[in-house]
């Protein structure tokens, strides 16, 4: 059993050991050729920049924001603020497709349902929309790139329909609104009065008694330390860190779960169910329900031309850039060293290798699972496996002792 996608990202391997019923194992592995980077070599900045959304279509905008901020370091070039909120907001808005994937056409398979027909097109019709408003001699991710001030209303004309996309698909009332909710007794009430997919996605975990599935004490991933990444991403075996990371020996995990911790609605559900099923699904509506107010608050609508803010920038030595991006899937991080104009070295640390360690959150939130049917079982696993998120496709095998 396992999901459809499958490229050059490689695919997942999931193995499940069951005795008397229950999970009592987990073995993960990768097929994801992690040394693909290495083709960048000898390659100029404006080559890379051209081919690597394409290599990584998985959230490719935000493959691209990390690669041209950890160029622009390199070449000595600062990020106006402009420049970084607007890119941020494409990034959040592939945030919100991606959300949206989950939600209107993922989730419905899993319960059982035919996928909503319309959200996700529309989504990407608005992001190409608001992308031309800000961007209209194209090319946002390559060095030097300026936003024009979007004062013609565009950005926020798709705001607004965006919102409004939310609110009849997702939500059924304005997304600020359903942020206003505050505990699992209203967030349980909405389900039920609610027939979208979300609503019944949660009403279905809460009525089969999922909703503390898969909670485990592996911690959330802080922002790192450029010093850091730099010390572990300059090592002869970089490969080792970047395949299987670990922070001060330990797993953590990254992703809308841990970017919504602080939300009420999410603390809530973990303090009543732990950081399980149902603290996840909520997460990513959490996020999903943001986004709009998120696009509002950048200002693109200001002409802002000042350089970025010295102390954002990292202190590198020559030639290097490291740039740390929020994707969909949680923290994306690429280095770039510039010899002569080109390119000497490049690696990418992905969210799914800090989710998908074999000692991660995911495989620690799976042991001790336990169904009365298999087919019980493949559903549990399938719905935390979706909602945990790897970048790739995977594979789910269960064995009996």
């Not at 920038?313 to 740390?324: D, F, M, Y």
């Not at 169904?371 to 935390?384: F, I, K, P």
Request: with cysteine; aromatic share 4%; glycine share 10%.
């Amino acid at each position: 059993m396992g999901n459809a996608v499958g490229n050059i990202e490689g695919r997942l391997d999931i193995g499940l050991q069951l005795s008397e019923g229950i999970v009592t194992g987990v073995d993960i592995r990768s097929s994801r050729p992690l040394q693909t980077p290495r083709i960048f070599i000898g390659k100029r900045v404006e080559e890379l920049l051209q081919t690597l959304p394409l290599l990584y279509s998985v959230c490719g905008t935000a493959q691209a924001h990390a690669a041209v901020s950890a160029c622009e370091q390199a070449l000595g070039l600062a990020e106006p603020e402009s420049t970084h909120g607007a890119r941020e907001a494409l990034v959040w808005l592939e945030t919100a497709k991606e959300h949206l994937w989950r939600v209107l056409l993922e989730w419905p398979g899993l319960l059982g349902l035919p996928p909503a027909t319309t959200g996700v097109g529309e989504v990407m019709q608005l992001i190409q929309r608001f992308r031309v408003a800000l961007f209209p001699q194209g090319r946002p991710f390559m060095p030097g790139a300026r936003p024009v001030a979007a004062g013609d209303g565009t950005a926020e004309t798709v705001i607004a329909e965006f919102d409004r996309l939310l609110r009849e698909q997702v939500f059924g009332l304005p997304p600020a609104q359903w942020l206003e909710l505050e505990d699992v007794a209203g967030l349980l009430r909405w389900a039920e009065d609610n027939a979208s997919p979300a609503a019944r996605m949660l009403q279905r975990v809460h009525d089969n008694g999922w909703s503390g599935l898969g909670c485990c004490p592996v911690g959330a991933l802080p922002r790192l330390e450029t010093p850091f990444l730099l010390e572990q991403l300059q090592r002869a075996d970089a490969q080792r860190f970047i395949a299987a990371p670990q922070l001060a020996g330990e797993c953590r995990e990254t992703t809308p779960f841990t970017r919504a911790l602080g939300h009420p609605l999410v603390a809530a559900v973990v303090a009543a169910d732990g950081s399980g099923l149902l603290a996840r699904l909520t997460a990513r509506l959490v996020e999903l329900a943001g986004i709009p107010g998120r696009l509002r608050a950048l200002g693109l609508s200001q002409e802002e031309t000042a350089d970025a803010d010295p102390a954002r920038e990292p202190v590198l030595p020559a030639g290097n850039g490291i740039a740390q991006v929020e994707a969909a899937r949680g923290l994306l991080v690429h280095r770039v060293v510039l010899q002569e104009e080109r390119i000497a070295r490049y690696q990418i640390l992905a969210p799914t290798e800090w989710n998908f360690h074999p000692d991660g959150v995911l495989a620690e939130g799976l042991k001790g699972l336990q169904a009365d049917s298999m087919d019980d079982l493949h559903q549990q696993a399938a719905l935390l496996i979706n909602a945990i998120d790897p970048c790739v496709g995977y594979e789910l095998r269960i064995e009996q002792d």
